[in-house]
């Protein structure tokens, strides 16, 4: 049986470095779908320079799929029609990666994978979150099943966020998979970051799987950092291409500018001290928007606050009427908005909020 491939511009693409957004989810003052803001952010990301979006994912909130909520197929049918340029043709690309979250059990996996492809997204970031009690063998029976459905990228979520421990075995035979196009790395653990990395310079598809940092604490140092692993007689290298991100998912515009940067600087083989310097504001950020001092309590309300700062957002409202900021965290958010002006992308949102609302 033929696998689902992923086109060969999108894969090109998604092997040469893009940013993607982790699409959070827009919500009115009840707490239902607000399609207009929704789909204002799709546009807010793909004007920014965005190569694609990450819809139904921990930023989008995993209630989405909540039988009681029912957001799941809208959210990701929404983002799909305005990547697409369903609604603006003029700005259409065809090399536009969508990429649908997908978790659960291996039933409930096969579903989204289904839903994800018969909607036209190309790939499908599979989450380990959740699985707590499951043997390695049997997330990695999943992955194949589910790698029959659409393309994988593959997801290291760290256990703060609901992730669970993964080693240099897992993913050195998650590597292997046939259909695996893609891997985004976010333990924020050094040391599991760099299993991760030797376990795919290790495998047989090297040079088929893009890495991408999801280490919103470290995003710089991953961009930046040549990883190098001697496999017999030979020293292998592997970069990480791009991010998937829910630090990208405000200060789009800045992020696209710094990966643009950043693959200038390493094909140099020289990083100004300057570029080191940047690692510790976009992680600073990070830690305020992140509610990094909570572990983490804070994150998608943090990232919400931004966006409404900007107005793209018009509330920072969560299904969850309990999730939202922790004590002292807009304080933060303050603070990191008023001493890195220069890391923002206000003045860009200002001159065309109104067109991405229309």
Known sequence: MALPALSRERSARLLD??????????????RRLDERRQRALTRYYLAAGAGGVAVGVHTTQFSIRDPAVGLLEPVLSIALEELRGGSDRTERQDDRIAVAGICGSTEQAVREASLAASLGYDVGLLSLGGLTDWTEQALL??????????PLFGFYLQPAAGGREAGYSFWREFAEIPNVVAIKIAPFNRYRTIDVVRAVCDSSRREEIALY?????????????????QAGDQVH??????????????WTRG???????????????AIPADTLADSVRWTDVNAAVFDAANGFRGCIPGIHEVLVRQGLLAGRWC?????DLSPGQAEEIARVCREYPELN??????????EWLR
């Open 141 to 150: 029976e999943r992955a194949r099943v589910v790698s029959e459905c659409i």
């Open 17 to 30: 470095g893009v940013v993607i957004p982790a699409h959070p989810l827009a919500l009115d003052a009840e």
């Open 213 to 229: 940092t999801g280490n919103d604490d470290s995003i710089v140092v991953d961009l930046v950092t040549p990883f190098r692993f």
């Open 255 to 269: 992020a696209v500018t710094l990966l643009e940067r950043l693959k200038h600087e390493r094909d140099l083989r």
């Open 237 to 250: 290298e592997v970069r990480l291409a791009g991010g998937l991100l829910g630090q990208w998912a405000f």
């Open 345 to 354: 992308d206000d003045a860009f949102v200002a001159e065309h909020l109104d």
């Open 319 to 323: 299904l969850d009427e309990a999730e």
